[in-house]
């Protein structure tokens, strides 16, 4: 039985009948006894002096047990910080008393930075209460100049945000040899410039962020349900850098999340905030954030405005890259914020290929707007985007195939391990047949005929490739230091098993719907021959487990995964060894399979690992010098990170008279190395594919000038429904990494950008007759009907 | 929302009372706007009076006439699904098929759509091509309304205080119809739509026709010069599309971020012409 179980079934997921029946419980469920509600009154405000704040009618209103202010809070907590501190450079930060930057303070001072800030909280014995008492709070506020991009934020004379950021300026950071660079492309024949603007988009998961925080006043313990990916994380930053209180004093619990994309991977306001509160008022308060919330405080993300230049000859080779990218980081640094621009961005721009001459600039600003933070594909997708439209542009420039072009610069599979010249070592890959493929599912050697036969229809019909390859399993943490991580990233786990046969596994990564309870059992029915129903997953619970890094980056299973297999292996060699003291002959005649300890001579006899660990739990008869007990903990940190790629391609239908688009058909070719849950990996591929259909269809983050959101709710933020997305049509090819002793690659969120320019290619061959040489994402209708007139919009 | 009186009495004039005599209170019938509302603390009534208790609210049934009446608790969804409603009146159901999504179609009622008045309602332009006409009841008792007398703003209608709708009929069988929509992304309500009838003469041209757009407009609502100006004119795309592309913003016309107002007038002219190409060629047939 356990043999269906191992690594490589598509099991079902374990954790879905609590979840499809409605009992899996999440942060805005759990309730404490005499538990009082928070409500955050947000700044209207985008950049403002706070000249004075009036609470005295709302602290009078019903039900309100206290109202704070930033200055009711001063000497309780520090501001929160930024553990992303650019590497090599100078750089600049908000302030904050331990010299690490610093980021927002919980609650707004004397001045506010962005629609959304938080300037009051109200506490109250019921969550109506504390909003009806919002708008009897009075907030005086005396309005300062705004600027809400990156561009406008460097200009000289530009409205300053921060005292110690001069000229709005975090850093200026550069991969790769600018010299070199612009002497290749000044020598090419051809050369392609384009700016592409990728706006800003909102995460917005299912659930938005929720805490709960207790203090005990005898034990000076404080608990804090909340749902980050991050709960370790959380609570060093919070103990250690915020509230200044002894790391174990402080215990965090994530229920179930309903999604995080990203948007879930940071330290906010709120997990420090609530505890002070709840310790200040003597009663556990909750706060559940609303729709309107997420996309005025939770961060946003993409966001950038590249300017890119690739140069090549006719031959269809591409001798150099360089690129300049402008990133608006948001008021205040969001936790990692300046990490995708800088890394995930600037040292994947060179895509799937070989550029004998890549240069990468990004500028860094702060402006009035909500933090920036990476989301599903962070960095990447921006990457790939541009590499892969501006290689699109070549190729039409010098009259051949996109696709002949892709082949003919992409790494080839000898060429392995590939130092891409931005600093990356692709581990392994074999892009060409992933490309291969994905041209011969979508049958891209008939599109003449089937544009003819579109156009009769009033549609023009084109194809698009997105050809990636995606930085995964985040990371080698000496390295993740050298980029300017203030942390670590390896992975851990503990594997116990109990003098039952039931096996516990502890585990460093943080669930949030990815299945990670089910693959993990794999990996242990797969190691140690378990029954999966004999297995349990501990994990987003600080106590009394080892530290554990969370999820994000496509990492959980390449790295935490990894360190349970490994700790599983230590827990089968001490159970070889006991085996085989219980058989009374030498280790090599004995092997362990299908759950037990065989004699090889016979291998109907066993010791089944319930026998082993109850003979280490009696401990009566152990080997000599061996400790009872059957548990092994494992910390792995990977040598180098690992490269999932594919190609993907889309066929688009294009309205002739309106502009509407219609992705008609979505093919996939992905490879993520050796998978755990075809089923899982399968349903990740899926999704990823569907998170990038809204930026490029629709979604985007739009600011006045004034720096108001227009796009702060579901009404005016278009996130796409199923029923306007194809079936996608997805296949692997399967190529190993030697990172991790399973052979496993990441696979999230790293097909996720192959998306944009899969289809934004598309959109441009439907139009190249026309002249359209790009279009930036979303591909709006009325953006395509402008193009089609010869207009930009 | 914060603590709301409710009440849900089975007889309409009992309705009307509690309508009357608070003037505060909201009528809650399939509450796919008005459930929206309270949470954008837009809500300040403190009674919530519930339709779904009266009896026959919900029916669908033929007029006299050749029509159809259906009353105005009857979901959008069980419009799409109607065999009589697809006879009466084809493009009705077609469009209510089309109506923001399945979850959505299964609890809006057609009097709910109607008193909503969304700039950008589906249902309404058909409504109001159709010759429908409104069954109204209220304090003074009850009155028909033509619908195009419906609509007179944005999110604005005709209904007097504690008027309640409580069916609709459509005289006749109408299928020489057709509406023609690009949506919204974000709220599924049309960016543009256009609905357009055409009744031909036995020469063969067009004796009359009324067409109406939203999403485009301000509100739902007709757009007579062109409606005048295919009266009479033979119904080939030459003229279809000479009168659709004499379509100018008089003022009426809206846009956003996400659609500007020029290019709202470029659809209205391009679905104008195809929802009139579709609706002469079901007149012909």
Request: charge should be negative; glycine fraction near 12%.
């Given at each position: 039985m356990t043999a269906m179980q191992g690594l490589g079934a598509a099991i079902k997921r374990r954790e879905d009948p609590d979840l499809l029946n409605g009992t899996a419980k999440f942060a805005a469920d759990v309730c404490l006894p005499d538990m009082a509600h928070v409500v955050i009154l947000h700044s209207d405000q985008a950049h403002a002096m706070i000249k004075g704040i009036d609470t005295t009618a709302a602290a009078a209103m019903p039900g309100v047990i206290r109202i704070f202010t930033g200055a009711d809070l001063a000497g309780k907590l520090m501001p929160l910080v930024c553990i992303w501190k650019p590497a090599g450079v100078e750089s600049h930060f908000p302030s904050h008393p331990y010299g690490v930057p610093g980021a927002q303070t919980a609650l707004a001072t004397d001045r506010v930075r962005y629609v959304g800030e938080w300037v009051a909280a109200v506490v109250a014995e019921t969550h109506a209460q504390a909003v009806a008492a919002l708008p009897a709070i009075k907030v005086d506020y005396e309005p300062l100049p705004v600027v809400i991009d990156a561009e406008a934020a460097l200009k000289e004379g530009a409205p300053m945000l921060h005292d110690g950021v001069p000229g709005n300026l975090c850093a200026v950071v550069a991969y790769g040899d600018k010299a070199a660079t612009d002497a290749a492309i000044a020598s090419a024949d051809v050369v392609i410039r384009q700016k592409v603007s990728i706006p800003r988009q909102i995460h917005h998961p299912i659930e938005t962020r929720a805490t709960l925080a207790r203090y005990d006043a005898s034990t000076e313990d404080y608990t804090l349900w909340t749902n980050t990916q991050i709960p370790h994380g959380n609570r060093f930053m919070i103990a250690n850098l915020v509230l200044g209180i002894p790391y174990n004093k402080l215990r965090v619990i994530v229920p179930n999340i309903g999604g995080g994309f990203g948007s879930k991977g940071y330290l906010y306001q709120d997990a420090p905030l609530m505890l002070v509160l709840a310790k200040e008022v003597g009663r556990p308060v909750k706060w559940v954030d609303s729709r309107e919330g997420v996309a005025r405080t939770t961060v946003h993300c993409r966001g950038q405005e590249q300017y890119g230049t690739l140069a090549g000859g006719r031959d269809g080779k591409i001798a150099a890259l360089s690129v300049t990218n402008y990133v608006n980081l948001g008021a205040y640094p969001a936790t990692n914020g300046p990490g995708a621009p800088l890394v995930l961005t600037g040292r994947s721009v060179t895509g799937a290929y070989v550029i004998p001459h890549p240069f990468y600039e990004a500028h860094l600003a702060f402006a009035n707007t909500v933090m920036l933070g990476p989301a599903r594909g962070a960095g990447r997708m921006e990457a790939i985007l541009l590499i892969e439209r501006l290689v699109d542009m070549f190729a039409r420039e010098i009259g051949m195939d996109p696709a002949e072009v892709r082949c003919r610069n992409m790494v080839p599979p000898d060429h392995f391990p590939f130092e891409n010249g931005l600093g990356w070592t692709y581990d392994s890959g074999d892009y060409v047949t992933a490309l291969d493929k994905a041209l011969e599912k979508i049958g891209y050697g008939d599109m003449a005929s089937r544009k003819t036969e579109a156009r009769a229809r009033g549609k023009r019909l084109g194809v698009g490739i997105g050809s990636y390859v995606t930085i995964a399993g985040v990371g080698p943490s000496a390295r993740m230091g050298r980029e300017g991580l203030i942390g670590s990233t390896w992975g851990s786990a503990v594997v116990r098993v109990h003098q039952t046969g039931e096996v516990t596994v502890i585990t460093g990564s943080q669930p949030h719907g990815q299945g990670h309870v089910t693959t993990f059992s794999q990996i242990i029915a797969e190691q140690l021959g378990v029954d999966i129903n004999r297995i349990e997953v501990i994990h987003s619970?600080?106590?009394?487990v080892p530290y554990g890094q969370g999820s994000f980056g496509s990492r959980t299973f390449s790295v935490e995964g990894a360190a349970i297999f490994i700790a599983a292996g230590k827990v089968k060699e001490k159970a070889i060894k006991v085996g085989a003291h219980m058989f009374g002959?030498?280790?090599?005649?004995v092997t362990y399979e299908d759950g037990g300890v065989r004699l090889k001579s016979d291998p109907k006899q066993v010791k089944t690992l319930q026998d082993i660990a109850s003979a280490l739990w009696f401990a009566w008869d152990l080997p000599a010098g061996m400790d009872p007990g059957l548990e092994a903990t494992s910390y792995f940190d990977p040598e180098d990170f690992n490269f999932p790629f594919g190609t993907h391609a889309a066929l688009v239908e294009i309205d002739e008279q309106t502009g509407g688009v219609e992705v008609v058909r979505y093919v996939g070719v992905d490879d993520v190395g050796i998978v755990g849950n075809p089923g899982i990996v399968e349903g990740q591929l899926q999704g990823s594919i569907a998170y990038g259909f809204g930026p490029v269809l629709s979604e985007q983050v739009v600011y006045d000038d004034g720096g108001n959101l227009l796009t702060g709710n579901l009404d005016t933020y278009p996130i796409p429904r199923p029923s306007e997305m194809p079936s996608f049509e997805l296949s692997r090819t399967v190529t190993p990494t030697s990172m991790n002793p399973m052979g496993a690659k990441g696979a999230g969120d790293i097909s996720q950008p192959a998306v944009a320019p899969a289809i934004i290619n598309a959109i441009c061959d439907a139009l190249s007759d026309l002249g359209v040489r790009h279009i930036d994402i979303p591909a709006t209708p009325e953006k395509i009907w402008r193009v089609m007139q010869g207009q930009s919009k | 929302m914060s603590q709301s009186a409710y009440a849900a009495p089975a007889k309409l004039d009992e309705i009307v009372g509690l309508l009357a005599g608070n003037p505060g209170a909201h009528l809650l019938a399939g509450g796919q706007n008005l459930l929206l509302e309270p949470r954008r603390s837009q809500i300040t009534g403190s009674l919530l009076v519930d339709l779904r208790n009266v009896p026959g609210l919900a029916a669908i049934q033929a007029s006299a006439g050749g029509g159809v009446r259906i009353g105005a608790m009857t979901t959008i969804g069980a419009i799409a699904d109607n065999a009589a409603i697809r006879d009466v009146s084809p493009v009705l159901a077609e469009t209510a098929a089309i109506v923001g999504d399945a979850q959505v179609r299964n609890r809006a009622t057609l009097g709910g759509a109607l008193v909503a008045a969304e700039p950008g309602s589906d249902l309404a332009p058909v409504l109001l091509v159709l010759g429908v006409v409104l069954e109204i009841t209220g304090p003074k008792g009850a009155r028909s309304l033509d619908a195009s007398a419906f609509f007179t703003g944005p999110g604005k209608t005709a209904l007097a205080p504690a008027e309640v709708i409580t069916g609709i009929t459509i005289p006749s069988t109408v299928t020489g119809a057709a509406y023609e929509r690009m949506k919204d992304p974000a709220t599924l309500y049309a960016v543009c739509g256009v609905a357009a009838c055409v009744v031909l003469s036995q020469q063969g041209a067009i004796a009359r026709c009324q067409i109406a757009a939203t999403g485009s407009t301000a509100y739902p609502m007709r757009l007579p010069a062109i409606e005048k100006a295919l009266t009479g004119a033979k119904p080939d795309a030459a003229a279809v599309s000479a009168a659709a592309g004499a379509i100018t913003d008089d003022g009426g016309f809206r846009g956003n971020f996400y659609a500007s107002k020029e290019y709202r007038v470029h659809l209205t002219r391009v679905l104008t012409e195809r929802a009139l190409k579709r609706a002469v060629a079901r007149a012909t047939t």
């Open positions: 619970d600080s106590h009394g002959v030498a280790e090599d005649l | -």
